[in-house]
């Protein structure tokens, strides 16, 4: 072991075929990949051979933290896990989810910065990590259970302190759109079922061990409070929602909903969240509420508290009590959740009896919640929830399922808004029961090959989110326009990338945030106002590469994309300045890694050149342009009629967008006629060896 | 950059002390006031003033003196004027734009709903959804909104708001002179719908 802080050292590898446990040095193996999605892409490239399939033995699940994890680094919770992607169409390539909660730290204090999963088990068993102790155990009592079941039954096993990252019933089915969840409510989408086609039910771990800092103890603490003090709310938005004695802005539509008189009113003892001003560091917690956020005032009488991941202040998942749904639907009244897996059950619904944001709205909420974060569904980032609508209303779901099937539904329930429809539905998607629960369970990509539906008509339906791939948008250009655009292009599932949305949104007015934009990214044409977008100007180009590899950073070192970057921050003081440093700076303190910001931004520009050479490799061309980078016509389509680029609108114009891509691959030099990275720009970022085996599959740009 | 309070204005040293007590104590009192989130009017310091006897001035002087001077002399006070009375704040404790909120709420419902709508829409180029008033700070009653929105169809002076309901049914209030029909029904629906679906 070197002598570095931060990393905990090791990397377990676990064998599920032959049953094999062994360790490799994090230092000598992978520093230069930091952690995180950096180890999951060096391993996939190393290890797992083109055409390989997600459920294939040869594939890995890589279980990875990043050297801030297990630190006191704000917003340090995050285990990124990459894969082959099995809802990625038309064929699987790779991709990484995203976990919050307490896995992380605790795999750390465990003494491991990754779990690296491959082979098959012959029956369903669960892996055990007690610091050195690793076993493979029998699952079979824990196999059909919930996710619930299945972490209480491993915590009983190995005591309070564990934290347990389960499938569902649906993982263990091989159903696409499944996941994996740690600490109740923190999920993984788009994996379970290759955890299930492993027969791994689970991973538990508790850890006794501790990371060493290679800073200064009072260096470290002293940053930290400086970090802390650039936070806002969540999505690090720095305006509150509501006027404030001491702001000099609000915006009606930030996460930043805390004032008086919103109080948390199913405490113990009901909480008043007050001003919140934002020096007050012992009050980053009241700041949001997610659930208010998207469900309106009326929530706050049935909120409990926040809760969150190891590490962070902003306290994103919502518990929330609603006694009404025990009597109604026999669930437990108290659940919780954030974005996407709080509104996954509402948002199969067109309508409520009692309108939006009323109570049916938030009881259905909490039936999703329990049933989805039990059996382990995976919404893909709402597209499920919008293909259902659509395929129902346009009579498609009708006209697919046999008469039979399809009277088994209570579609009246369903067009009334009943959340009791849930209970029919997401067990059979678990269960791919039916023509139904197994079409919706496949992903977007392949249910529509399989209902032989285009993917080309999906694509010009601008309210349902289509991107590619299987995929929806992910802060695409219909809010950040062409910086969106670009950002959505790279991945082989939807984005998963904030950095820059949480810039656009974070409050500040236009004015402000083009001040800062010019500091950032070189001029003030970087931003636009939402529906008064502007062509594509250079700057734009340069704020979307510097987002994705924030994004890569955050998802290496286990910083949560999702609250950071914090290149803004609320203090009136600094003109509303954040700190670009912030990442560098935890990252050179913890580790002793002598790297300043554009050190690591190489770093994370060669964990991203890494991803788009495994793209390549998998999808076997180097046409990234033509057949990987494809836009949906939603994009160019606006039903006013009017001009791209005419107030009001969002779409963007052709010529414009070809643009864009040319001086984005320039900025990330790559090829610009084919989208590829050249075999300089390999060679550049250290990954001379990766040109070389691309090479010999014609694969580099010539 | 203010200049000191001393005792300008003041005649002789009966006239200099009173003054610096009066001043002083009206600065408590705005400082009090500003950090419990709220304004205090001319009219309440002069009253508190007399009630502790520290009337600040002789019979005959101007009282408008007196505050400009107070305003002067400290760098953190800070006075509002409109159709009405005098209000002043403390900036330790309130920024100009939550003063100003706090300012207009005190010339009524109408006139607090039409400034915001005008301020968020020149700041922001938003426009601003209709129930943000019956939340804190505003604390309007849903029904004054409805009747203001009503006046304000019917009131010449306020033919620059209008407003444009989201497919959600929000109702979203926007400043003519800073944003367009079309563009404005585009935010609205982005901020009422459009964001709710890229969370």
Redesign the interface.
Known sequence: MSGYGGWAGKVLRVDLSTGRIWTEDTIERYKEFLGGTGIGYKVMWDEVPPGTKPYDPENRIVFATGPLAGTSAPSSGRTAITTLWPTCWPIPLVASGHMGGHFAAKLKYAGYDAVIIQGKADRPVWLMIADQKVEILDAHEIWGQGIRAATYAISEIMGRDAVVAAIGQAGENLVPMSNVMNDVSHSAGGIGSVMGSKKLKAIGVVGSGSIRIAGKKEDWGKFIKYHLSLLGASNQQVVPS????????????TRWNA????RWGAAAHPVDTG?CDPHDMNRIAYRSNTAAF?LG?GVWPHTVRGNGCSSCPIRCHTILKVPSVSAKYGIPAVGQNT??GL?FGRAFFKKFPD??RGMTELEACMVGMHLADDLGIWCNY?LLQ?DFIKLYYDGVIKKKLGAREFASYSWSKYEKGDPAFLFELLPRIAAKEGELGTAMGLGTGYMLERWNLSEEEWGKDKAL?YWKMGHG???SS??TGQCGLLINLMYNRDSQCHSH?NFT?NGL??TLQKKLAAELWGAPEAVD????YKPMHWSKARMAKWSLLRKELHDSLSLCNWMGPWVASPLRERGYRGDDSVESMLYRLATGDDKDREGLDAVAERIFLLHRALTIRGMGTREMRIRHDKIPEWVFSDK?G?PPYT????HLDRNDVHLALDLFYEEMGWDKATGAPTDRTYRKFGLGGVADRLAERDLIPT | MKTPIASKGFCGDEGTRRGDAAAKRAAAAIRER?AN?QLISGSEILDLLNAEHLTPLDAGQDIHGFFTQLVDGHEDLHGLSGTGSLWYYSSD??????AK?MFHQQEGPLRLIAETVRQNAS????P??L??FT????NLTHDQVLRSLATMTETESYGDIARTTTS??GIYLYCKTHL?A??????AE??DV??????
Request: net charge negative; proline share 11%.
């Open positions: 509501s006027p404030q004695p001491w702001a000099e802005y609000y915006d009606p539509t004032s008086r008189g919103h001003i998207f005032d974005c996407g509104k309108g939006p709402g919008r989110g948008k992910h802060h219909e809010e949305s949104r007015p236009l106002g939402v529906g008064d006013s009017k107030k009001g609108t969002s | 500003s989130s404790h309130m920024t100009e734009a939550y909120i700041t922001y180029r938003k601003v959804p129930d943000i939340r804190p700070p505003f959600a049914s367009e079309d563009h404005a029904a585009m935010l982005w901020l459009g964001q709710f679906e890229n969370p």
